[in-house]
Structure formats: structure tokens, C-alpha cells
């Protein structure tokens, strides 16, 4: 299991998006591809951008698949943060279906 | 280039200031003021500050000023970033205001730390930081990632407490939106490439529906939609052409994939831009909860990439 806290790297607001893909090229597709669960750890963070989002997870569903969805975990989410992360899986999976 | 601040310049009567504005001759910059009392927006500020940027302080001439504003521009860094004394003394400690002074971003570090230190300088309630945070945060590193503008992007922004509204402008000296849609797109002329720019699922990097790893063509028609929601105005100038979005009237909420079908004016033969300069208005008294924006965007973004699907959906030949 991956477990990745985003407080610690992108603070309250999550808008570096050259943070996102770091963490997606260096600690996600690694860990997935060796069959792990990850879990995406929003505790305290309060906000975060569309761009954010998408550098950090629409490749993971290219390269994956949908499926990909079933090995990942957003918790903590507040409303805004849960609102932008369907947006982003819900434009993927259109996109590619 | 000449460029001349009228007594009035928001967002609803930009025009006439953009009017004005001469882009002959690079290498110069000749600013003028009305004699009296100007009120102009913060986008009026960062396109001044863009443009001087980029000319040698001895070449920027400016004008002398005898409108009381003077002591604004000065406060708001215009002086400053023109390389010229204005001989005005500001205690800098006065904490009266509620604004970002002009302020120069060209990393991403540096946008990450200007909008931590950002938020706290309008004192804005949650409700009211939140959509501002995202759109300043969208717009710069649309800035930073398109504009390809050695100087970044120039930003400035004031609440206005008579009309409850905190102004926002960001302008570059970059390529222009014609020139970065145009990677991926033909547009034949800077209005049709702002329309472009403000489709969701649109991008200069790709035509490929979803985008790139790292672009989606979604930021902007965010930043749209959260102002036809909260009823403000939203502003694009690049090139000879300007997108205005004004403010949504009646009570229906309805976002649109194609920016013409919003309620805007436009105009495709103003001064040339080199660049991409932006205003939006964030009204507070209209604020709607971030989430219920959300909902819309996501509604309208998935019908959007739908459509565009379809237009690709061969035809049967009926003979």
C-alpha cells in the first residue's frame, strides 16, 4: 500500500502541478505497477486546482485504464477537493470510453 | 508605444482604455493620465507594468501627475516597476488598503508562495478566498506555461469595499493565445483562438480528447464558469481581439461550452496585444458555494467532450 499525505508537500491549497506529476512519475505509476494500492491522503489540505488533479491522476488512467480507479483511495476529501477530482475522472472516462 | 490612463477604466468600459493604447514603436513607452481623478481597474496597472518591463527605464516616459490617484499608482507598485521616481513618499506600514500590490511571477515557486501570502492581504472570508485562490492560481500558470514571456506574469489585484468586489489583473508580453491554440489548432484570427482557449477539452498541446498527462484545456473555462455564476466580469485581451463576459442576469444558472453562446460583447479590432492580459471581477455579494459551481462545470465539460465526440462519429452514406 502507497500511502501519499499532500499537507506535507503542496501546504492547504494543492496548485503546484509540477508536484502532482513528481509524485504520479516517482511514487504512483511505481507502485502500481507492482500491483499496489494507493491510497491519496487530502487530510488539511482545503483546496485544489483542476490542473492539480489532472497532472496528478488522468495519465495513471491513460496508461491503466478505468480500472485504475478501483486501486486508488481519496481520503479526506472536502467537498470542493471531492468536486474536482469527479470532474477530472468523469472528463477522463468520457474522453477515452 | 503609448499608452494613456482615462479618469474610468473597469472592466464593463475597458474598451476605451484599450483603445487607446498605441503599440507602435517597442522600444518606448510614452504614458499619459487624466488630469483628475482616475479609477481604473488593476488590469489597467498590470498592463502598464507588462509593458515597461520590457524597455529600458530612461526610454519610459511618464507623464506628470497632478490626479490625486497618484498616490495609489504609487502604492500599487506602477512607479516602481517603470524604473521612475514619482517623488511621492507612502508610508509603506499604513495597512488602509486591501490589495496585492503589482508583483512579478515567473517561477512556479513563486506563484506558490504569492498565493499562500496572497489571501491573507484582502482579509477574505473562506467562501470569497477560495475561488479566488483558484482563479489566480489558474491564470498565472497559464502564464507560466504558455505565454513563453521572459518577463512571467505581472499581477496585481484591490477589494473595493463600495461595491464589494475585489479586482483582479494579470497580463504578459508573451506569445499570445493565437499563438499557442495555433500548436494544435488553426484559428483563423485571435478572436476565434480566444473562443478556443475558453471550449473545455481544448488545448494548445494536443487535439487528443482528455488532453495531455499535462494538460487538459480546462483551466480557463473554469475560470469562466466561475464567473458567470457569481455574476462577474471576465475579461480576455489578446492580440487585436477582446472576450468580455457579462454579468449573467436573471436567476437560471446555465454554463456554455462555446463562450459566444454566454451573454459578452467582443471585438476583434483593438491595438495589438503582444500577449495575453486577463481582468475578472469577483463580486462577493454574489459568491456561490464553490461546490455548486463545480456540479455545473462538471455537467457542462462532459456534454462538451460528448458533442466533440459525436463530430467525429462517421455518417452512414444513404445513396
Redesign the interface.
Same mark, same amino acid.
Not at chain 1, 500511502?3 to 513528481?22: L, M, T
Not at chain 2, 489597467?44 to 519610459?60: D, H, Q, T
Not at chain 2, 483551466?219 to 481581439?241: E, H, P, Q, W
Given at each position: 500500500m502507497t500511502h501519499i499525505i499532500f499537507f506535507k508537500q503542496v +501546504?492547504e491549497?494543492a496548485?503546484? !502541478?509540477?508536484i502532482a506529476?513528481d509524485i504520479?512519475v516517482k511514487e504512483l505509476v511505481p507502485a502500481l505497477e507492482k500491483g499496489e494500492n494507493i491510497i491519496l491522503d487530502f487530510e488539511k489540505v482545503? +483546496?485544489a486546482?483542476?490542473?492539480f488533479i489532472?497532472?496528478l491522476i488522468?495519465?495513471l488512467m491513460?496508461k491503466f485504464g478505468n480500472g485504475v480507479l478501483e486501486k486508488i483511495q481519496f481520503k479526506s476529501c472536502n !467537498?470542493?477537493i471531492q +468536486?474536482?477530482i469527479?470532474?477530472?475522472v468523469?472528463?477522463?472516462q468520457?474522453?477515452?470510453n | 508605444m503609448k499608452i494613456h490612463i482615462p479618469n474610468s477604466a473597469w472592466l464593463n468600459s475597458i474598451d476605451t482604455f484599450f483603445n487607446g493604447f498605441d503599440p507602435s514603436d517597442e522600444n518606448e513607452l510614452n504614458v499619459t493620465f487624466h488630469k483628475r481623478w482616475m479609477s481604473i481597474h488593476p488590469l489597467v496597472l498590470s498592463m502598464i507594468a507588462a509593458l515597461g518591463m520590457g524597455i529600458e527605464p530612461k526610454k519610459i516616459h511618464c507623464e506628470v501627475l497632478e490626479a490625486k490617484s497618484k498616490h495609489y499608482l504609487e502604492r500599487m507598485g506602477l512607479f516602481n516597476f517603470l524604473g521612475i521616481n514619482s517623488g511621492i513618499n507612502i508610508n509603506k506600514h499604513e495597512s488602509s488598503g486591501r490589495f496585492v500590490p503589482l508583483t512579478q511571477i515567473k517561477t512556479s515557486e513563486e506563484l506558490s508562495t504569492f498565493i499562500t501570502e496572497m489571501t491573507p492581504l484582502l482579509h477574505l472570508k473562506p467562501i470569497h478566498a477560495e475561488p479566488l485562490r483558484y482563479v489566480l492560481s489558474e491564470l498565472i500558470r497559464n502564464v507560466l506555461e504558455h505565454s513563453l514571456s521572459k518577463n512571467g506574469a505581472i499581477v496585481s489585484a484591490q477589494y473595493y469595499s463600495k461595491s464589494n468586489t475585489v479586482r483582479v489583473g494579470i497580463a504578459d508580453t508573451g506569445v499570445g493565445i493565437w499563438k499557442t491554440i495555433n500548436q494544435s489548432y488553426n484559428p483563423p484570427n485571435d478572436l476565434e483562438a480566444i473562443r478556443l482557449a475558453l471550449t473545455p477539452g481544448i488545448t494548445g498541446t494536443t487535439q487528443k480528447l482528455g488532453g495531455t498527462e499535462y494538460n487538459a484545456g480546462a483551466g480557463l473555462f473554469f475560470i469562466k464558469s466561475i464567473a458567470t455564476v457569481n455574476k462577474d466580469f471576465f475579461v480576455l485581451y489578446s492580440g487585436n481581439a477582446m472576450y468580455k463576459l457579462l454579468q449573467r442576469t436573471g436567476k437560471r444558472i446555465s454554463l456554455h461550452a462555446d463562450p459566444f453562446e454566454d451573454r459578452h460583447s467582443k471585438r476583434d479590432d483593438l491595438p495589438f496585444w503582444h500577449g495575453t492580459a486577463v481582468g475578472i471581477d469577483l463580486s462577493l455579494d454574489d459568491t456561490q458555494e464553490f461546490s455548486l459551481i463545480l456540479k455545473l462545470v462538471n455537467e457542462t465539460y462532459n456534454q462538451a467532450i460528448r458533442d466533440r465526440k459525436k463530430e467525429k462519429y462517421k455518417k452512414p452514406q444513404f445513396i
Amino acid at each position: 500500500m502507497t500511502h501519499i499525505i499532500f499537507f506535507k508537500q503542496v +501546504g492547504e491549497f494543492a496548485e503546484n !502541478k509540477d508536484i502532482a506529476r513528481d509524485i504520479r512519475v516517482k511514487e504512483l505509476v511505481p507502485a502500481l505497477e507492482k500491483g499496489e494500492n494507493i491510497i491519496l491522503d487530502f487530510e488539511k489540505v482545503e +483546496g485544489a486546482t483542476q490542473s492539480f488533479i489532472h497532472a496528478l491522476i488522468s495519465d495513471l488512467m491513460r496508461k491503466f485504464g478505468n480500472g485504475v480507479l478501483e486501486k486508488i483511495q481519496f481520503k479526506s476529501c472536502n !467537498k470542493t477537493i471531492q +468536486g474536482i477530482i469527479t470532474i477530472v475522472v468523469d472528463y477522463m472516462q468520457e474522453s477515452t470510453n | 508605444m503609448k499608452i494613456h490612463i482615462p479618469n474610468s477604466a473597469w472592466l464593463n468600459s475597458i474598451d476605451t482604455f484599450f483603445n487607446g493604447f498605441d503599440p507602435s514603436d517597442e522600444n518606448e513607452l510614452n504614458v499619459t493620465f487624466h488630469k483628475r481623478w482616475m479609477s481604473i481597474h488593476p488590469l489597467v496597472l498590470s498592463m502598464i507594468a507588462a509593458l515597461g518591463m520590457g524597455i529600458e527605464p530612461k526610454k519610459i516616459h511618464c507623464e506628470v501627475l497632478e490626479a490625486k490617484s497618484k498616490h495609489y499608482l504609487e502604492r500599487m507598485g506602477l512607479f516602481n516597476f517603470l524604473g521612475i521616481n514619482s517623488g511621492i513618499n507612502i508610508n509603506k506600514h499604513e495597512s488602509s488598503g486591501r490589495f496585492v500590490p503589482l508583483t512579478q511571477i515567473k517561477t512556479s515557486e513563486e506563484l506558490s508562495t504569492f498565493i499562500t501570502e496572497m489571501t491573507p492581504l484582502l482579509h477574505l472570508k473562506p467562501i470569497h478566498a477560495e475561488p479566488l485562490r483558484y482563479v489566480l492560481s489558474e491564470l498565472i500558470r497559464n502564464v507560466l506555461e504558455h505565454s513563453l514571456s521572459k518577463n512571467g506574469a505581472i499581477v496585481s489585484a484591490q477589494y473595493y469595499s463600495k461595491s464589494n468586489t475585489v479586482r483582479v489583473g494579470i497580463a504578459d508580453t508573451g506569445v499570445g493565445i493565437w499563438k499557442t491554440i495555433n500548436q494544435s489548432y488553426n484559428p483563423p484570427n485571435d478572436l476565434e483562438a480566444i473562443r478556443l482557449a475558453l471550449t473545455p477539452g481544448i488545448t494548445g498541446t494536443t487535439q487528443k480528447l482528455g488532453g495531455t498527462e499535462y494538460n487538459a484545456g480546462a483551466g480557463l473555462f473554469f475560470i469562466k464558469s466561475i464567473a458567470t455564476v457569481n455574476k462577474d466580469f471576465f475579461v480576455l485581451y489578446s492580440g487585436n481581439a477582446m472576450y468580455k463576459l457579462l454579468q449573467r442576469t436573471g436567476k437560471r444558472i446555465s454554463l456554455h461550452a462555446d463562450p459566444f453562446e454566454d451573454r459578452h460583447s467582443k471585438r476583434d479590432d483593438l491595438p495589438f496585444w503582444h500577449g495575453t492580459a486577463v481582468g475578472i471581477d469577483l463580486s462577493l455579494d454574489d459568491t456561490q458555494e464553490f461546490s455548486l459551481i463545480l456540479k455545473l462545470v462538471n455537467e457542462t465539460y462532459n456534454q462538451a467532450i460528448r458533442d466533440r465526440k459525436k463530430e467525429k462519429y462517421k455518417k452512414p452514406q444513404f445513396i
